[in-house]
């Protein structure tokens, strides 16, 4: 049953603190990428995949592939809210023995499709997926959730040209399009602009959105395909670090995990947004 506007809303909000609990934990990296993807996953989950947590393996489930891996925190603790896993088992993540890695693993962990963190092989296997359930004659789509950064890898360009000759509607990419990558500003790393006229030129349908509007997003979920035999992008356009204001587009966050006493800052600001 797909959830209201305010439910996903209160969802986003339980994925940046588990996510802020899990990385400082941990000692890890990665906490500016969850924040920033948190809304874009509730309305995944909470309106728009059709997948049971039940049967992970239902042959008719839509296939989500976290290309933007390191963000792994996040998606684990999404499959833990919609029921793919117990929430006591986030207490696992990135610890010595525990299936849980840093980066997004398939192995044990119900719900993933690939393990994903080397960036730019995410949509080159969604692609494929794509491919093969159309020719099945399949009903089952795939959604592939990207970083901004990762669109530096040279294969991405090529399954964008792949997926749009072989007109694979049932394949949506949602880019969380945060502007920062691991060590700079998108923009002065390797510019993408204009991201939108060049997915329309490689023969994609395109819309873009505020990627922490979750009445957007799922407005641009609904409207999926976007064009009729084409497949489709939503470019979400978010903030690094989104709900935590010293977090907020700087590029320290990629890699600096909140110590205890910034946790709880940090959290208290999550739970008044």
């Known amino acids: 049953m797909k959830r209201s506007d305010a439910d996903i809303h209160e969802l986003a909000k339980r994925l940046r603190k588990h996510s802020l609990r899990m990385i400082s934990a941990?000692?890890?990296?990665?906490?500016?990428?969850?924040?920033?993807?948190a809304d874009i996953l509730a309305v995944l989950y909470g309106h728009t995949l059709r997948v049971d947590p039940k049967r992970p393996g239902w042959p008719d489930r839509d296939r989500l592939i976290m290309s933007k891996g390191h963000a792994a925190a996040v998606t684990y603790a999404v499959l833990a809210e919609v029921g793919?896993?117990?929430i006591e088992r986030l207490e696992e993540f990135a610890r010595n023995g525990s299936q849980l890695y840093g980066h997004v693993t398939h192995a044990g962990v119900p719900g993933i499709e690939?393990?994903?963190?080397?960036?730019?092989?995410?949509?080159p296997?969604?692609?494929?997926?794509?491919?093969?359930?159309?020719?099945?004659?399949?009903?089952?789509?795939?959604?592939?959730?990207?970083?901004?950064?990762e669109w530096d890898e040279g294969s991405n360009w090529e399954a964008?040209?792949?997926?749009?000759?072989?007109h694979l509607e049932n394949l949506n990419i949602v880019v969380d399009y945060n502007k920062i990558q691991s060590l700079d500003f998108v923009n002065k790393t390797l510019g993408l602009e204009p991201m939108a006229d060049k997915f329309r030129a490689f023969g994609w349908g395109v819309?873009?959105?505020?990627?922490?509007?979750?009445?957007?997003l799922s407005e641009a979920c609904d409207a999926l395909p976007l064009e009729p035999g084409k497949p489709s992008v939503i470019i979400a356009h978010t903030v690094k670090g989104k709900g935590v204001s010293w977090m907020e587009g700087k590029v320290l966050w990629h890699y600096r995990q909140p110590n205890p006493e910034e946790l709880v800052n940090a959290l208290a600001e999550v739970e008044a947004s």
Do not use: N
């Open 160 to 166: 964008m040209l792949f997926a749009a000759h072989h």
């Open 207 to 216: 819309r873009e959105v505020d990627g922490h509007d979750v009445h957007a």
């Open 114 to 123: 690939m393990s994903s963190g080397s960036l730019g092989h995410g949509l």
């Open 26 to 37: 941990a000692k890890t990296s990665h906490v500016g990428s969850c924040l920033s993807v």
């Open 125 to 149: 296997v969604g692609t494929g997926m794509a491919l093969a359930g159309k020719r099945a004659g399949a009903t089952w789509r795939v959604f592939v959730v990207m970083s901004d950064g």
């Open 84 to 86: 793919f896993m117990p």
